[in-house]
């Protein structure tokens, strides 16, 4: 749409007489995401980092303008990832799970593992790039992808690249949180109990509300279609307020 407008307008602006960018790097592109450079303006501006300020000449901008447009385009890839990963999930462990898909910590570990942080430009010490850089720098790569090939193009790779990294193996170490709550309150000592609070919405159509409970105290509370999600959901709260409660003693 308006951005879609801007790309074509503005085309020849994004047009670089002279690239810095390495053999190397366009192989990555290629392989990573399966498609070719075509401007490689935008790529360069995704790997120069703001630690560079005076240095960069020439009108060279460094990449947290990208990062902010690709924040955006990898919400979007997520939440459909997500979405058709998991069709059993309702919009709150989607939202969950789309929030950790796109994490400082899962996209650090991405960019690590897609071995992102030698072709990032900085005036780091000793040239060590610390690892949220490279997870900021890959979400620049994300909004330059996207302005180089567009939206569904972009999508695609991305997504690959995503799934070939680990994204969603992620999700089946944190799924089962009932179980994983039930080995912390055997540890803790405590009883253990999920209540179920409704069974079926305002329509009369299938809808469960459970709470779980510790030595008689609720700890979360969760809601699904199904009974088995509202109780995962309200383990992962239980979770959540164990590990608050561990910290701040």
Request: charged share 25%; aromatic share 10%.
């Amino acid at each position: 749409m308006t951005l879609g407008f801007f790309q074509r307008q503005s085309w020849w602006r994004r047009r670089s007489p002279e690239s810095s960018l390495s053999p190397k790097f366009v192989q990555f592109i290629q392989l990573e995401f399966g498609l070719k450079v075509r401007n490689a303006h935008w790529y360069e501006q995704a790997l120069t980092h703001a630690s560079l300020g005076d240095q960069l000449k020439d009108g060279r901008r460094n990449n947290e303008r990208l990062e902010f447009l690709g924040d955006s385009v990898l919400g979007a890839i997520a939440a459909e990832l997500v979405f058709y990963s998991f069709p059993e999930d309702d919009e709150g462990p989607l939202t969950m799970k789309k929030s950790q898909l796109v994490s400082r910590k899962m996209l650090n570990q991405i960019g690590e593992s897609m071995g992102l942080s030698r072709f990032i430009q900085s005036n780091f010490r000793d040239n060590v790039i610390p690892s949220s850089v490279v997870g900021n720098a890959l979400e620049a790569l994300i909004g330059a992808v996207y302005l180089d090939h567009g939206y569904e193009k972009a999508k695609s790779g991305i997504k690959e690249s995503l799934i070939r990294h680990g994204a969603l193996k992620s999700f089946d170490e944190t799924q089962d949180f009932k179980s994983k709550l039930d080995h912390w309150a055997r540890i803790e000592q405590k009883m253990l109990q999920y209540v179920l609070v409704e069974d079926q919405d305002d329509s009369g159509h299938p809808f469960f509300r459970v709470s779980v409970e510790l030595d008689g105290e609720v700890w979360g509370m969760g809601s699904g279609r199904s009974k088995k999600a509202a109780e995962q959901q309200a383990a992962q709260h239980a979770l959540q307020r164990g590990e608050w409660r561990t910290q701040s003693e």
